[in-house]
């Protein structure tokens, strides 16, 4: 565990290094460090040398300009660090833009890297960010970018996240959402008011965005909205959003309607959200649910697998076993659930090798003690 830690961690780092720039140096040239060269008479073209080899932020306004010739910079130098403060400029917007695009990055440690170079950049960052959330087009980057403007704390954003909830496309509104609680933003009571207001209104006007903040923010009394949402939207955002908020709050109430979902929603996504919110409510008759549900819900098995482990119950453990019967036909991600699953129950580690785990099971099961 701490080898893949510190080798995740070094990723990152090493990551970071390159979405910084890193990698001529911590210098880097001001005006003044060219007027003090010039001033203790060293050589211009040697000066020339080190404008080229050396990252600049140089500022060169008309009005800086005339300050650089008064204190005697000559005009072969200045034509040059007007050259390559151009060239810096293009470098650093493009190292933005990608630091901006590896936000959606599949590989966790490369949006990690990305964040950290974001918070690096400041201002400039963020208000790249705010630009980009009113003009792109691209949804998944919109919702990543809402998410890491609330994780780097601008406050500035709150008023285009409040307006993006309402946005035309699910993943934008649930980013705005998790944009807002980073925030801390108290919109709870607003949120409520969309969601109690949703059965007597226009229902084509979707709420998904308002029970994720609902949720987040830990307002209890959506939970009546959310099981009307959950019995009656259409929308499938929407009744997962319900159901996230109801494991949330892990309403023992509403264990069967999450149970309805589990079996007979037609949205996968749906599906799985019913059985991580059934196993972090525990009602304990949901357990012959989750195991019919996992005997006929194949694009579900690894949250089903993962659920059911967390019901301390000898019912659970012959079915795991059972999955064994054909590995070849568990995936890698389904074999690590599974055998997670089965460590986490008995504290046996016997691979896959289903005979053993029987043999173990016939010899244990009637002093096995895990309820």
């Known amino acids: 565990m701490m080898k893949t830690l510190f080798t995740v961690s070094l990723a990152v780092l090493m990551l970071t290094l390159v979405f910084t720039g890193v990698g001529r140096g911590d210098e880097v040239l001001s005006n003044q460090d060219i007027i003090d060269l010039i001033k203790a008479g060293i050589n211009s073209e040697l000066v020339k040398i080190k404008i080229k080899t050396t990252e600049n932020d140089f500022e060169v306004s008309a009005e800086n300009m005339v300050i650089l010739r008064t204190e005697g910079v000559p005009d072969d130098v200045i034509a040059l660090m007007l050259s390559e403060a151009e060239k810096s400029s293009k470098a650093k917007q493009s190292r933005l833009d990608m630091n901006i695009r590896f ?7 490369a949006r990690q890297a ?11 960052a963020r208000n790249e960010m705010l630009e980009m959330l009113s003009s792109n087009a691209d949804t998944r980057l919109r919702a990543a970018i809402c998410q890491t403007l609330g994780k780097m704390k601008a406050t500035e954003a709150i008023p285009l996240l409040q307006v993006l909830l309402d946005d035309p496309d699910s993943e934008v509104r649930l980013g705005a959402a998790d944009g807002l609680a980073e925030l801390g933003v108290s919109d709870a009571q607003r949120a409520l008011i969309r969601i109690e207001g949703w059965g007597e209104s226009d229902r084509e006007q979707p709420v998904d965005g308002y029970l994720r903040l609902a949720g987040l923010l830990g307002e209890r009394a959506a939970q009546d909205g959310a099981i009307l949402i959950l019995q009656e939207s259409i929308n499938p955002t929407e009744r997962s959003e319900a159901i996230r908020l109801l494991g949330l709050f892990k309403i023992k109430d509403s264990a069967r309607k999450l149970e309805q979902a589990l079996i007979h929603d037609r949205d996968q996504e749906v599906r799985a959200t019913a059985a991580k919110a059934l196993a972090r409510i525990g009602d304990p008759e949901s357990p012959p649910v989750l195991i019919t549900a996992l005997k006929k819900d194949r694009p579900n098995r690894i949250p089903l697998i993962r659920a059911l482990a967390s019901y301390r119950s000898k019912e659970v453990i012959p079915v795991l076993i059972s999955l064994m019967a054909d590995p070849e036909q568990l995936q890698e991600e389904e074999t690590k659930a599974l055998l997670a699953s089965l460590r986490r129950l008995t504290h046996q580690d016997f691979g896959l090798d289903q005979a053993r785990w029987l043999k173990w099971w016939e010899e244990n099961e009637e002093e096995l003690d895990i309820e």
């Open 103 to 109: 936000l959606t990055s599949n590989r966790a440690e």
């Open 114 to 124: 990305a964040y950290l170079a974001l918070l690096q950049l400041g201002d400039k």
